[in-house]
C-alpha cells in the first residue's frame, strides 16, 4: 500500500448523488495485489464513479485493506458476505450499483488513468453498443509490462471471434446497467467463465466494440490457475457454447436455471468427454506459454505434469509431451547449449508437426544469432519488448 499523492483521487468532494460510473469488484483473498488495483481506480482521470467492491468471505487481510480504503475515500462502497463465488458477487456488486455505465475491475489488475474517461466517452457517442473492453499490457507478479495484447475492436469482428473465443479482457470492460439487467446478469452456473456466456447472450441483442488502446494492465501470475479450475473453466466456456447454439436455432436455452455443470448435463448438450480434454489441453498449452513468457517455469512445469497426469487422449498427451521439449529447449537456450536446444526443439515439432512451421517462424532469427554468437558471449535471457 501506498501514500504517494500522484495517486490520490482528483475530486472526492464533488461526488454526484447518481454517479455516472459504477466499478464493480468482487475479491476473494485479494490481498497481494489489492491496494495496488484499488489504486488505480481512484487515480482515474473521471472522477464521477462510484466504487462498489464485494469482499467474497476472504480470509487474509483484503478486508482490514478494503475498510482502510473506505474510510479515506467516500466513494467506496464495501459489502462483506460469506464466500459465494465469482459470479454470484459480481451480481451482487451489479445490483448495488447506482449508475448508467457498469465497469469491471479485479483485484490483481491495474486500469491505466484514462481508462473510465475514454470508455464513457465511446458509450455517449455509440448508444448501439452495449459492452466495450480495450486492448492491455500484460504484465507479471512484479509489475514489469510484457507486451500489448489487442482484441477485436468493432462488432463484425467481435461476432467472428465469439463462437469460438472469448474477445474481452472481462475485468477492462464497461457495460450499460440497464442492458445488463436485461439479460438477466451474471449466471452462476458458468463459474470461471461466467462473462463468456454473458458476452454470447449481450451479442444476441446488442453490439460489441473493443477500444484499440491499452486501457489498463492484464496481471499473469504464477498462482492463479490449476489443472482443476482450467477444466472447471474450460467446461463452462463448451456448455456457454452449446446454450447459445440452442437458442440460435430457436429452441429453448438448456442451461435456464441451472445452477451447477455437471458431467451428465455436458454429454446431454452434446459435449463428450473427448471434447472436453482437448479443451483443456488447448487451455494449458496456451497457460503455460504464458506462464513462460513471465519467467514462472516451476509453474508452468506444475501445470504441465498435472495435465499430462490427467490426460489420456493420444493426441493430448503428444501435445503436452511436445510442449515438454519446447520447455527443455528453451531451457538449454538460456543456458548457451545450443546444439541441446535445436535438439530438443527438434523432438517438439516430430511430435506435434504443427509446430514446425511456427519454431520455425519464431526462432529463425534467434537461431541465426546462436549459430554466429562467440562462444565466450554472455547469454541474457530474451525478454518481449514492452508496448
Known amino acids: 500500500m501506498t501514500d504517494d499523492p500522484r495517486l490520490a483521487p482528483a475530486s472526492v468532494t464533488g461526488m454526484s448523488a447518481s454517479p455516472r460510473v459504477s466499478v464493480v469488484m ?51 462502497v464495501v459489502r462483506t458476505q460469506c464466500n459465494r463465488g465469482h459470479a454470484a458477487s459480481l451480481n451482487t456488486g451489479c445490483q448495488r450499483a447506482r449508475a448508467r455505465y457498469i465497469a469491471r475491475m479485479d483485484a490483481d489488475d491495474l486500469s491505466l488513468q484514462h481508462r473510465l474517461e475514454r ?50 479482457y472481462h475485468p477492462m470492460i464497461m457495460m450499460r446497467r440497464a442492458h ?55 467446461a463452462a466456456h463448451l456448455a456457454a457454447q452449446a446454450s447459445a447454439k440452442a437458442r440460435a436455432a430457436q429452441r429453448p436455452d438448456p442451461m435456464a436455471g441451472v445452477e451447477r455443470i455437471t458431467g451428465e448435463m455436458l454429454r446431454a448438450l452434446g459435449v463428450t468427454d473427448a471434447a472436453l480434454e482437448a479443451s483443456c489441453v488447448a487451455a ?22 498435472d495435465a499430462t497426469d490427467r490426460t489420456h487422449a493420444l493426441g493430448g498427451r503428444r501435445k503436452l509431451a511436445a510442449m515438454r521439449w519446447r520447455m527443455r529447449g528453451r531451457q538449454s537456450s538460456l543456458r548457451g547449449e545450443r546444439l541441446r536446444s535445436l535438439c530438443a526443439f527438434g523432438r517438439a515439432a516430430c511430435l506435434e508437426p504443427s509446430l514446425a512451421r511456427a519454431l520455425l517462424v519464431r526462432g529463425r532469427r534467434r537461431l541465426i544469432g546462436w549459430l554466429a554468437a562467440s562462444p565466450d558471449r554472455p547469454k541474457i535471457r530474451p525478454r518481449r519488448a514492452s508496448g
Open 26 to 76: 468482487a475479491v476473494y483473498n485479494g490481498e497481494r495485489f489489492l491496494a495496488e488495483a484499488v489504486e488505480s481506480v481512484l487515480a482515474q482521470s473521471f472522477d464521477d464513479f462510484e466504487f462498489v467492491i464485494i469482499d467474497d468471505g476472504s480470509q487474509d487481510r483484503t478486508s482490514a485493506i478494503l475498510e482502510r480504503y473506505r474510510r479515506s475515500d467516500p466513494r467506496i
Open 119 to 168: 470508455q464513457v466517452a465511446f458509450l455517449d457517442e455509440r448508444p448501439g453498443v452495449a459492452v466495450v473492453g480495450g486492448a492491455v499490457h500484460l504484465i507479471d507478479s512484479a509489475g514489469t509490462a510484457l507486451r500489448v495484447d489487442y482484441c477485436p475492436t468493432n462488432d463484425t469482428e467481435i461476432r467472428k471471434t465469439l463462437p469460438w473465443a472469448t474477445p474481452f
Open 284 to 305: 494449458t498449452l496456451e497457460r503455460i506459454e504464458l506462464l513462460l513468457e513471465v519467467g514462472a517455469e516451476e509453474a508452468a512445469l506444475g501445470l504441465l505434469e
Open 180 to 234: 445488463f439487467g436485461a439479460i438477466g446478469g451474471y449466471r452462476v452456473a458458468f463459474e470461471d467463465a461466467e462473462d463468456y456466456d454473458l458476452y454470447l447472450r449481450v451479442a444476441e441483442r446488442y453490439q460489441l466494440a473493443n477500444l484499440a488502446e491499452p486501457i489498463g494492465c492484464y496481471r499473469i501470475s504464477e498462482g492463479q490457475v490449476s489443472h482443476r479450475s482450467l477444466r472447471r473453466q474450460r
